[in-house]
């Protein structure tokens, strides 16, 4: 079993709806990163959190440290959003990143 | 400010040869990681380099290495190529340990025949 697990592995919706991709992990960890990968391979880090909620633009993310769980959220999503978002966990201690295997996901206009 | 640059962006080598590859962080970056993406395994952490050390290595063989210069500049090695070493090396730099945020490079893609 992967120590980072996200759901769902694909996901298509229509402009404009409200996405949730969601992350769990089952190792105690000292921070959580959401990435996004464009076809083509660029990644780009969207959140990097330990513990709440942040916000940016049409992007959400949150953190249940209780719980080992995160989600992101996007906000009238457009196809521009379209593209593989990755989370992955620093294990606490050691820091190494574990990676989850991402969500694929397709807006359609 | 210069993003993460890396050399070269594709490669194609000979089972069996080796390889080196290159990362430039962005200036004042101390610390450059560097990870492996293939559509079997996803992402994988491969090292971590601060300072010049290695500070974390993944769970890869012997055969791939690396270092980090004074000036930040880090670089990996794969010795002795095998087919499944083919992937996209990515490698990222931050202002401190992998649990700051991460700037990642454009990647090298590697293809061993």
């Known amino acids: 079993k992967n120590e980072v697990e996200q759901s769902p592995q694909n996901l298509t919706a229509q402009e404009g709806e409200f996405i949730t991709i969601n992350c769990s992990y089952s190792?105690?960890?000292?921070?959580l990163h959401w990435l996004q990968q464009h076809p083509g391979g660029g990644i780009v880090s969207l959140f990097m959190?330990?513990?709440g909620k942040k916000k940016h633009g049409r992007l959400i993310a949150t953190i249940n440290i209780q719980e080992k769980h995160s989600s992101l959220h996007i906000t009238a999503s457009h196809p521009r959003d379209s593209a593989v978002y990755i989370c992955?966990?620093?294990?606490?201690?050691?820091?190494?990143?574990?990676f989850g295997t991402g969500t694929r996901l397709t807006i359609i206009p | 400010k210069a993003g993460v640059t890396q050399t070269p962006r594709y490669l194609i080598k000979t089972r069996g040869q080796q390889v080196t590859l290159s990362c430039s962080p962005i200036?004042?970056?101390?610390?450059v990681s560097w990870y492996q993406q293939t559509p079997g395994q996803g992402l994988q952490f491969l090292f971590e380099?601060?300072?010049?050390?290695?500070?974390n290595k993944g769970n890869f063989p012997g055969r791939f290495s690396g270092r980090q210069f004074s000036n930040s500049r880090s670089e990996m090695n794969v010795s002795t190529l095998e087919l499944g070493d083919s992937a996209l090396y990515l490698c990222?730099?931050?202002?401190?340990?992998?649990?700051?945020?991460?700037?990642f490079g454009p990647g090298t893609r590697l293809t061993v025949t």
């Open positions: 990222a730099s931050s202002t401190g340990p992998s649990s700051y945020e991460q700037y």
């Open positions: 190792v105690g960890i000292s921070a």
């Open positions: 959190l330990s513990s």
């Open positions: 992955a966990a620093n294990n606490f201690g050691n820091e190494k990143l574990t």
């Open positions: 200036s004042g970056h101390r610390s």
């Open positions: 380099y601060f300072s010049e050390t290695q500070r």
